[in-house]
């Protein structure tokens, strides 16, 4: 199956919410599938970024990347494919998160946006953006680095961590 009209090294593979197919490239390229396997089309490109995560939330597109540089972070975007905001490290106050090494964005029933990355987790909810790291004692979190997010069926969040196993809230 082709994406466009070139192959491409795919990193992320995901069925979001609303049940279509996105494709993330280690190009930064998102692809979208539209009624048939192998029609997948362009819906993105936020180039030299790793795809790491892409999310349907509140009708929009998040996307996270995987990049250290003045290029990673998160892109939200509408379903007209037009930049809605973005969440960077170097920002402050609401659209700061902890790392432009995103690697996991999930949304609890709740309505938290919840947010892994290579230096902690970001909670974003109705008040605004909350993180969560291991400088906060008793917060849980056994290692900074996040790999993996999981919300269950109870509405709880798992996070799965590099060298520190898991945490449950």
């Given at each position: ?27 930064g ?43 990673g ?7 007209d ?20 090494r ?27 953006i ?17 790999h ?5 069926h ?16």
């Amino acid at each position: 199956i082709k994406l466009g009209a070139q192959h491409h090294w795919v990193s992320f593979l995901g069925r979001v919410e609303n049940g279509q197919i996105y494709v993330g490239t280690m190009a930064g390229e998102v692809f979208i599938n539209q009624n048939h396997i192998a029609n997948f089309i362009p819906f993105y490109s936020f180039a030299s970024n790793r795809v790491t995560t892409i999310s349907h939330i509140h009708n929009n597109i998040w996307i996270g990347f995987d990049n250290m540089n003045e290029s990673g972070g998160i892109v939200v975007v509408g379903s007209d494919r037009k930049l809605v905001k973005s969440y960077r490290k170097e920002y402050h106050g609401d659209k700061h998160i902890p790392s432009n090494r995103v690697r996991k964005i999930v949304k609890r029933k709740n309505g938290e946006i919840w947010i892994g990355s290579a230096e902690g987790l970001a909670v974003i909810d109705s008040i605004g953006i909350h993180y969560i790291d291991q400088k906060q004692p008793f917060n849980g979190l056994p290692h900074i680095s996040i790999h993996d997010l999981y919300v269950d069926h109870n509405d709880g969040v798992w996070v799965g961590t590099w060298s520190g196993g898991l945490a449950y809230y």
